[in-house]
């Protein structure tokens, strides 16, 4: 069975610090996706990035980043000079390549609410 | 470009009511996922349709059923409520033919009294 686990319930930092969020996953495919939400008070989640379980590059767009480790099995996403715009809950999920045609099950972490302080 | 949209925005139920809930997906995608957020949870999956059937589904009994429209909309509908079945609805959309990326719907916020 698929799991993810986030092990940081709450982090709360002060603005334009660095923040790391942790995202740790288990699954017997091994070809898999693995993704980050965001998901603001609004409820909305918000696509962040989609990386494949063959592509172990780092990758960086603007302030976030994201640090991928098949051998560790994890998935960490670090937010630098964070703004309180920044502030939500976010994410972690897993899927399997598609086996069924038009089946795509995402399996969710519980999710690391983030709070930046000014 | 119109993302995802669902409605209602908030629903206040009874036990043991019926109730429906309604996705258009994001304009090109063929493809609708339910999915079930608890406060303070991550979402957990319900089901996903495809080509009007369902192709996948999550752990969840049968009072829960869906449709898709030949307009590719959804709907998901919970029968005899229980207070549990209070939570956040998200649905969300993607293009069969297209990256394997979800993307969500603000949600129905039910409510179980």
């Known amino acids: 069975a698929q799991k993810v686990t986030q092990a940081q319930t709450e982090i709360s930092v002060v603005e334009k610090e660095d923040v790391t969020l942790d995202c740790v996953y288990e699954?017997?495919?091994?070809?898999?996706?693995l993704f980050w939400y965001k998901q603001p008070p609004s409820g909305e989640l918000v696509f962040l990035i989609r990386?494949?379980?063959?592509?172990?590059q780092n990758e960086i767009s603007g302030r976030y980043s994201w640090n991928f480790q098949k051998s560790t099995s994890s998935f960490n996403f670090t937010i630098t000079a964070s703004q309180v715009v920044d502030s939500a809950v976010y994410f972690c999920?897993?899927?399997?390549?598609?086996?069924?045609?038009?089946?795509?099950?995402?399996?969710f972490g519980q999710g690391t609410r983030l709070t930046i302080n000014p | 470009d119109a993302g995802v949209t669902q409605s209602p925005t908030h629903l206040i139920k009874t036990r043991g009511q019926q109730v429906t809930l309604r996705c258009s997906p994001k304009?090109?995608?063929?493809?609708v996922s339910w999915y079930q957020q608890a406060l303070g949870q991550g979402p957990q999956f319900i089901f996903q349709?495809?080509?009007?059937?369902?192709?996948q589904r999550g752990n969840f009994p049968d009072r829960f059923s869906g449709h898709q429209f030949p307009n590719y909309s959804s709907e998901l509908n919970v029968n005899a409520l229980l207070l549990g079945d209070s939570a956040l609805y998200l649905c969300?959309?993607?293009?069969?033919?297209?990256?394997?990326?979800?993307?969500f719907g603000p949600g129905t916020r039910l409510t179980v009294l």
């Open positions: 969300a959309s993607r293009r069969l033919a297209g990256v394997d990326t979800q993307y």
């Open positions: 349709y495809y080509e009007e059937e369902e192709r």
């Open positions: 999920a897993l899927s399997d390549v598609r086996k069924i045609q038009g089946a795509q099950k995402l399996v």
């Open positions: 699954t017997r495919d091994t070809t898999y996706y």
């Open positions: 304009s090109g995608h063929d493809t």
């Open positions: 990386r494949n379980s063959f592509d172990e």
